[in-house]
């Protein structure tokens, strides 16, 4: 069994003249500003392969009970004691710098100049039920079988990070300056932007996570699993 959610952590990091922020009403986003020095925005974005860490400490119930409160379906129903859970979240950070100069009429003229981000997994959770002692048959069927919800997340992540990397390269590169009432307008604009670039790619990995862990939770498999054992 296992559980994924999607997480995303965002943090602003701004670089920036000193500028008034006057209250206006509506703000045009379009090029209305010129930099002196033409400045191509750069990207750095590290990918976390999450460290796999293994519990034997957990009660069945509490396998339960952590299943339960993650929201996800079994094939099995409500009633379903699960010996084995996998547990990680999708994480997404970025620190997003600006540079910006003050307008005659008070409003600034900024424009994106470095992202740093990362996504991945931060660490990846097995739990094996601590009725199911290390050494025996029980315990490592039930390992293998949650070393393939591992292999699952790791595999998404070879699939989506490349994807996400040049998507995020195209929309860094591609956003030009614009006219804002403040930098911190401009900072959130452009941490939308970005954002808005990637969430398909997201929602999409979500779903095939979805998809390729259900495959491997089905009442056929578990009795193939259990028939290596007599310990159940």
Same mark, same amino acid.
């Given at each position: 069994?296992?559980?994924?959610?999607?997480?995303?952590?965002?943090?602003?990091?701004?670089?920036?003249?000193?500028?008034?922020?006057?209250?206006?009403?509506?703000?045009?986003?379009?090029?209305?500003?010129?930099?002196?020095?033409?400045?191509?925005?750069?990207?750095?974005?590290?990918?976390?392969?999450?460290?796999?860490?293994?519990?034997?400490?957990?009660?069945?119930?509490?396998?339960?009970?952590?299943?339960?409160?993650?929201?996800?379906?079994?094939?099995?129903?409500?009633?379903?004691?699960?010996?084995?859970?996998?547990?990680?979240?999708? @994480?997404?950070? /970025?620190?997003?710098?600006?540079?910006?100069?003050?307008?005659?009429?008070? %409003?600034?003229? &900024? *424009? #994106?100049?470095?992202?740093?981000?990362?996504?991945?997994?931060?660490?990846?959770?097995?739990?094996?039920?601590?009725?199911?002692?290390?050494?025996?048959?029980?315990?490592?069927?039930?390992?293998?079988?949650?070393?393939?919800?591992?292999?699952?997340?790791?595999?998404?992540?070879?699939?989506?990070?490349?994807?996400?990397?040049?998507?995020?390269?195209?929309?860094?590169?591609?956003?030009?300056?614009?006219?804002?009432?403040?930098?911190?307008?401009?900072?959130?604009?452009?941490?939308?932007?970005? @954002?808005?670039? /990637?969430?398909?790619?997201?929602?999409?990995?979500?779903?095939?996570?979805? %998809?390729?862990? &259900? *495959? #491997?939770?089905?009442?056929?498999?578990?009795?193939?699993?259990?028939?290596?054992?007599?310990?159940?």
């Amino acid at each position: 069994m296992r559980r994924a959610r999607l997480a995303s952590i965002i943090t602003v990091a701004l670089i920036l003249c000193i500028i008034l922020q006057i209250p206006t009403s509506r703000t045009s986003h379009a090029a209305g500003c010129t930099f002196p020095v033409p400045h191509t925005p750069t990207l750095k974005l590290r990918r976390l392969e999450g460290e796999v860490r293994y519990n034997n400490k957990k009660s069945q119930n509490s396998l339960q009970r952590m299943q339960q409160l993650s929201g996800q379906s079994t094939a099995f129903g409500k009633a379903w004691i699960p010996v084995g859970l996998t547990i990680t979240e999708i @994480s997404y950070q /970025i620190d997003l710098k600006i540079e910006a100069f003050q307008l005659p009429n008070g %409003r600034v003229c &900024a *424009r #994106l100049s470095h992202v740093d981000a990362e996504m991945g997994y931060d660490k990846i959770n097995v739990f094996i039920a601590r009725r199911f002692r290390p050494g025996t048959c029980e315990y490592q069927s039930i390992v293998d079988h949650e070393n393939n919800h591992v292999a699952v997340f790791q595999q998404a992540l070879d699939t989506y990070y490349p994807r996400v990397q040049r998507r995020l390269t195209r929309a860094t590169t591609t956003i030009g300056p614009g006219v804002f009432i403040s930098s911190l307008e401009a900072a959130e604009y452009l941490r939308k932007r970005l @954002s808005a670039s /990637i969430t398909p790619l997201y929602n999409e990995m979500s779903r095939t996570l979805k %998809r390729n862990n &259900a *495959r #491997l939770d089905t009442p056929e498999r578990y009795r193939s699993e259990q028939a290596r054992c007599n310990g159940w």
